[in-house]
């Protein structure tokens, strides 16, 4: 089973700053098969990255993601006060399928 | 624009089964491209994946969950379930229905249910 560790857990900044969170899996990952979802209080996650890079539709271009193997990277060039939430990394291919990160939250400095 | 809406009861007692629905509009649910997935969140924790279900009915169930998961579709209706058997405390949690991408490409969860939460007491 692959299991995705996120780094750090908590990100404290303020707005204007950029942010850098990590996601690192314990085997290989395919480039495709990464994602990334943001996730406020009270509401359902939200696609932000597919394929490790690609936007999802309707997504701010201060999103960026990059990586691949073990590495991965989900960078907000400049938070926006929208942006203060937790983020999931997720991967798709081995057993159990689906696995996600533990979640890196930002919060406000 | 597809939604996604779960729906179902709040509380269950133990051992009870607990079922919930959820209904897509917005466009159908008879695509080979995506599949649809249950997931869930325990108060304050990370997302689990449970399984997902085909529009033909194929299923596929997370191994790491014991066997009391069942996910069925009704394409009719475009909806699709979740039944959950002999639920006990630890199966508190938000549950999501998601759409689901799978492809050589690339596969992630690309529209949730808003969740529902189901907590299970006595």
């Known amino acids: 089973e692959i299991v995705l560790t996120q780094s750090p857990g908590t990100l404290s900044l303020s707005p204007g700053e950029r942010a850098t969170l990590s996601c690192r899996a314990s085997?290989?990952?395919?480039?495709?098969?990464l994602a990334w979802y943001q996730q406020k209080p009270g509401q359902a996650p939200r696609l932000l990255i597919y394929?490790?890079?690609t936007r999802a539709t309707g997504i701010p271009d201060r999103f960026s993601g990059s990586g691949s193997g073990t590495d991965f990277t989900l960078t907000i060039s400049r938070l926006e006060p929208e942006d203060f939430a937790v983020y999931y990394c997720q991967q798709y291919g081995s057993s159990p399928l689906f696995t996600f990160g533990p979640g890196t939250k930002v919060d406000i400095k | 624009q597809v939604q996604l809406q779960e729906s179902g009861p709040g509380l269950v007692k133990p051992p009870q089964t607990l079922s919930l629905t959820c209904t897509v509009s917005?466009?159908?649910?008879?695509?080979?491209?995506?599949?649809l997935s249950w997931l869930r969140q325990h108060p304050g924790k990370g997302l689990e994946w449970i399984g997902y279900?085909?529009?033909?009915?194929?299923?596929y169930y997370n191994p790491s969950l014991k066997s009391r998961f069942t996910i069925s579709v009704d394409t009719s209706k475009n909806q699709f379930s979740l039944r959950l058997s002999s639920v006990t405390a630890a199966d508190t949690a938000v549950y999501y229905c998601a759409r689901t991408r799978i492809a050589v490409a690339s596969s992630y969860f690309d529209y949730w249910g808003q969740g529902t939460l189901v907590t299970v007491s006595s």
């Open positions: 394929g490790s890079s």
């Open positions: 279900i085909s529009y033909s009915g194929s299923t």
């Open positions: 085997q290989s990952v395919s480039s495709s098969s």
């Open positions: 917005g466009g159908s649910i008879s695509s080979g491209v995506y599949y």
